[in-house]
């Protein structure tokens, strides 16, 4: 029994050639309609959405030039620039050919056919066609997918969680500067971006800038930007990320790493509202909306001297705190069936859901890498589980952030020593990993394994 592929609409001005054409091709493909009518070619592409478009190139009496057929293959474009056509006629050339594969078709046939080449080209051309389609499906996917991935704090009930929402509603008429506080992973850099889209600025420019991932001594420039020859590499002047965000939002990731002296001149541009490119004298007039976040202890930075008290008050307008993910109780649960439907479409899974024994699970772990901890466990566990529901022992934890894990040393240095030694652990000395896992910065975690003698 022959495998049925593909849709295929044949336009033709001979009915006794579409009468030869669909007894030939009917064995072999799922669907195939025919028409004497050229007019009637949108409304087959729009009823039927053919795969492929067997398109005669002379309706006229007498006619051979083919004049007809390009006419109509450029309509066909026009209306789906990816349609398959295969051309046929009865005066076929080679340079009638080249001409017909320059103008969009797919391929050349000729009256009278053979019918193994007529099967062979039109079986390409639907395979071609089902893979366009498929490249397109996919990008779409790809990019609800992103767009899902930027939609993760809508998701939540939690009073602490609500609050958050209803502040950025709130803030949607002001220019206010906003500084986000939260651990690592709670979803400070996506609560940036809500407060961006629900604003007066949502359509001008928002700028990020990951402050502890830029050295110290590249930073100046990075914000401010640099004329030609203001330093050796600078071979053409380049605007700073305040200025490009002139008019719009600028994102401070991590602000809480910033040294002293660039705090000091991040200071000055915000009460001036200018900035001097590295290498120039000539201060630029900027308007931006600040928003910054850092997962950082302010207060305790400010009494240790490592953060300006008068740069706090000029960042933080209005405060949000995130709550971590072990606070919002069964958000939990929902975050997990949001992750579940996201990776299931992702990689092409059927997982029904998660056992209840499953959920409790989830709910008694502590998450100390908070929400993207969650998001790569439910991936993990979609990409591994070959069950119809994701069970407890698809999540792995450590066991040491269990909420009914006994505590038999309640010394508060002895456990902060103990939790250090295990992040690092785990981390595999990478320190920048364990100050992650610890809701910390890595400046931070120094002063403690100093302080601490570790």
């Not at 958050?164 to 690592?184: C, P, V």
């Not at 953060?307 to 933080?316: A, E, K, V």
């Not at 364990?434 to 003698?453: C, H, Q």
Request: net charge neutral; glycine share 6%.
């Amino acid at each position: 029994m022959v495998n049925k592929k593909g849709k295929i609409l044949i336009v033709d001005d001979n009915e006794d050639i579409l009468f030869a054409l669909h007894f030939l091709l009917e064995p072999y493909v799922e669907k195939v309609k025919v028409t004497t009518l050229p007019s009637r070619i949108e409304y087959f592409m729009k009823q039927l959405q053919p795969d492929v478009i067997l398109l005669d190139m002379n309706f006229q009496r007498d006619a051979m030039n083919g004049e007809e057929g390009f006419g109509y293959l450029e309509h066909i474009l026009s209306i789906d620039p990816q349609a398959i056509v295969v051309f046929m006629t009865a005066y076929a050339d080679t340079e009638k050919a080249v001409r017909a594969i320059k103008a969009g078709a797919t391929d050349f046939v000729s009256k009278p056919w053979e019918k193994e080449k007529l099967l062979a080209t039109l079986s390409s051309a639907i395979n071609l066609s089902r893979s366009h389609k498929e490249i397109i499906r996919l990008k779409e996917e790809v990019s609800a997918l992103k767009a899902d991935e930027n939609n993760i704090n809508f998701i939540g009930n939690s009073p602490a969680i609500q609050h958050i929402k209803d502040t950025i509603y709130k803030l949607s008429d002001t220019d206010a500067n906003i500084l986000i506080l939260g651990e690592n992973g709670t979803g400070k850099d996506l609560i940036a971006h809500m407060l961006k889209q629900y604003s007066k600025r949502c359509n001008a420019p928002y700028i990020s800038i990951d402050v502890g991932s830029i050295p110290e001594q590249l930073f100046e420039s990075e914000l401010f930007g640099y004329e030609k020859g203001a330093f050796t590499d600078a071979r053409k002047a380049k605007p700073g990320r305040m200025e490009i965000a002139s008019g719009g939002t600028l994102f401070l990731d991590e602000i809480g790493n910033l040294s002293m002296p660039m705090q000091a001149k991040l200071l000055t541009a915000i009460e001036k509202k200018q900035i001097t490119r590295l290498g120039s004298l000539e201060p630029i007039n900027i308007d931006v909306r600040l928003i910054c976040a850092t997962n950082a202890n302010i207060a305790q930075l400010i009494s240790e001297g490592a953060f300006r008290q008068d740069l706090l008050y000029r960042i933080n307008t209005i405060e949000l705190h995130v709550p971590p993910l072990r606070e919002r109780g069964e958000d939990i649960l929902l975050l997990a069936d949001y992750f579940l439907t996201l990776y299931n479409r992702k990689y092409r899974k059927d997982i029904q859901g998660i056992t209840r024994e499953a959920k409790n699970k989830l709910l008694k772990y502590l998450w100390p890498g908070n929400v993207r901890e969650l998001q790569h466990m439910l991936e993990r566990a979609v990409i591994l589980s070959e069950n119809r529901l994701l069970r407890a022992n698809d999540f792995l934890f450590s066991g040491i952030n269990s909420k009914e894990k006994p505590q038999e040393d309640l010394n508060l240095e002895n456990m902060e020593k103990k939790t250090i030694k295990r992040a690092i652990e785990l981390s595999e000395g990478n320190l920048n990993r364990a100050a992650d896992l610890l809701g910390i910065t890595r400046f931070s975690l120094y002063r403690k394994i100093e302080k601490l003698g570790l």
